[in-house]
Nanobody, 121 residues
């Protein structure tokens, strides 16, 4: 599975962005898609994940209530809608695909290249 993350950019605090993660090579069927982020000087951390089958989701505490994962079967794409963005959300955001929903990056086998999100105060 090849993953392509896009949609990052510069936004003011309180604004919104929608990240996309498109799969090629094979479909997301049977996979969990996770979103992770890495801020400068920090470890990569889990943000959110969605099961392709069933659509079950899981969010980090920092994302719950502000971020929403969704999927589009026809486009074989997973989205991360981010609202009420804060400066501390600034990071490179990665999408990843794995067999089981989890918060550890070690549980994901395929990774996209990352997209930069910058939130100005």
């Amino acid at each position: 599975v090849q993953l392509q993350a896009s949609g990052g950019g510069l936004v003011q605090a309180g604004g919104s962005l929608r990240l996309s993660c498109a799969a090629s090579g094979r479909t997301f069927s049977g996979y969990v898609t996770g979103w992770f982020r890495q801020a400068p000087g920090k470890e990569r951390e889990f943000v959110a994940a969605i099961r392709w089958r069933g659509g079950g989701t899981h969010y980090a505490d920092s994302a719950r209530g502000r971020f929403t994962c969704s999927r589009d079967y026809a486009k074989n794409t997973v989205y991360l809608q981010m609202n009420s963005l804060k400066p501390e959300d600034t990071a490179v955001y990665y999408c990843a695909a794995g067999q089981m929903l989890g918060v550890s990056e070690h549980g994901y086998d395929y990774w996209g290249q990352g997209t930069q999100v910058t939130v100005s105060s």
